[in-house]
């Protein structure tokens, strides 16, 4: 069975701090994981996605996530939070890119 | 690329009405997806489709919820009758079947608030 825990329903930054938002994952497969944004009244856009390839991988906006095997982890990072970071993020895991399983997601507020 | 289509985007009805949900994919996308996403939580499955066969819909709630996608394109969910826990976010993705397959594309989401 494959779930995803995302550590923390909500996380506050200063603009330009360190943005640090965690995933653990559980699959009794090789996991495809990913994460979402989700902005006000909109649907989910993807950030970036591991598929078994390269374990750092780089998203769009400055978003990366490493995939560490041994932790079960794949947190998303940003080393500098602008204030149009400020969304919902959503990791989620996928047995073999078939059905796809999502954590319960992240607050993200920047602080000016 | 046009991304996936889905109408209408807010509705409001009483309790024990019905309602629909109709979803247009990305051209070519063969594997359609319903989620429900109600307020503070993540998208939860509701039903995937692999063209006009349903591969899961474990998660459906059958005695009250119905989905088709006829000749393999559009998507229509609907549910009947509606309960005030029915109040919640209704996505649609869609995947492809080859390069860029293990992503799925969200739609905008239909918001409906059930009274």
């Known amino acids: 069975a494959q779930s995803v825990t995302q550590l923390g329903s909500h996380v506050s930054v200063s603009e330009g701090a360190l943005v640090l938002l965690r995933c653990n994952y559980s699959?009794?497969?090789?996991?495809?994981l990913f994460w979402y944004v989700q902005y006000p009244n909109q649907g989910l856009q993807l950030l970036l996605k591991?598929?078994?390839?390269?374990?750092l991988v780089k998203g769009i906006n400055g978003f990366e996530a490493e995939f560490k095997k041994s932790e079960t982890s794949f947190h998303l990072t940003k080393p500098s939070a602008h204030m149009s970071d400020a969304a919902e993020y959503f990791c989620?895991?996928?047995?073999?890119?078939?059905?796809?399983?999502f954590g319960t997601g992240t607050s993200l507020t920047v602080i000016p | 690329e046009a991304g996936v289509a889905q109408s209408p985007r807010y509705k409001i009805i009483e309790k024990r009405q019905s309602v629909a949900f109709w979803c247009n994919p990305i051209s070519g996308h063969a594997t359609l997806y319903w989620y429900q996403q109600i307020l503070g939580q993540g998208p939860k499955l509701l039903i995937q489709?692999?063209?006009?066969?349903?591969?899961?819909d474990s998660q459906l709630p059958k005695d009250r919820f119905s989905a088709e996608r006829l000749k393999g394109v559009d998507s229509t969910l609907k549910i009947q009758p509606a309960k005030l826990e029915d109040s919640a976010v209704y996505l649609c993705?869609?995947?492809?079947?080859?390069?860029?397959?293990?992503?799925?594309?969200f739609g905008p989401g239909t918001r409906l608030l059930v009274l």
């Open positions: 699959s009794s497969v090789p996991p495809y």
């Open positions: 993705a869609s995947r492809g079947v080859s390069g860029r397959s293990k992503t799925q594309y």
């Open positions: 489709f692999q063209n006009n066969g349903v591969v899961d």
């Open positions: 591991y598929t078994s390839a390269a374990t």
């Open positions: 989620a895991v996928s047995r073999l890119g078939n059905q796809f399983y």
